[in-house]
């Protein structure tokens, strides 16, 4: 895979899955609505990957080593992996009940980073366990504390 499709994909997938999974756990246990996280993927899916994509473009202008065809490329594939990878998460919830959502999301993560990870650790000839732990224990943290940042902002402000 050619490095500018390599960041945009391995950038977009851990952010696409991380700020999602985020996004959906803090508002279902704020909120409890479907519509409030349908809405807050959507949104993810769009200004989020704007910004990221933003973010890998100035990223990679200021290593000054790179095309321009590089960094566009780099640019767009950031967009368009966070973009995808953010609304598979939309499937569930308009299939399930949320709690059932939530919990059949954190699994498809957990699972794309695992996928991600075992791949990664595989090009670079490394043992898995150490690589994949690290992901999805990240993963793990920022599902626990934004459901306990939602339920606290609803305590708050209900």
Known sequence: MQHSVKVGF???????????????????????????????????????????????????????KHTPKEIWTSTLSTFLFKFIT???????????SLNLAIFASIIWGLLLLTLFSLRLAKEQK???FKIVFEHVSIAILVIILTHYTGKLISTIFS
Request: glycine share 12%; proline share 3%.
């Open 10 to 64: 391995s950038f977009g997938l851990a952010s696409g899955v991380i700020t999602t999974l985020g996004l959906m756990v803090g508002l279902s246990s704020g909120l409890h609505s479907k519509s409030v996280v349908i809405g807050g993927i959507f949104t993810i899916a769009i200004a989020d990957a704007f910004s990221d994509a933003l973010g890998i473009h100035l990223s990679e202008e200021s290593e000054n």
């Open 86 to 96: 953010a609304l598979t998460f939309v499937t569930p919830v308009l299939i399930f």
């Open 126 to 128: 490394v043992k898995p």
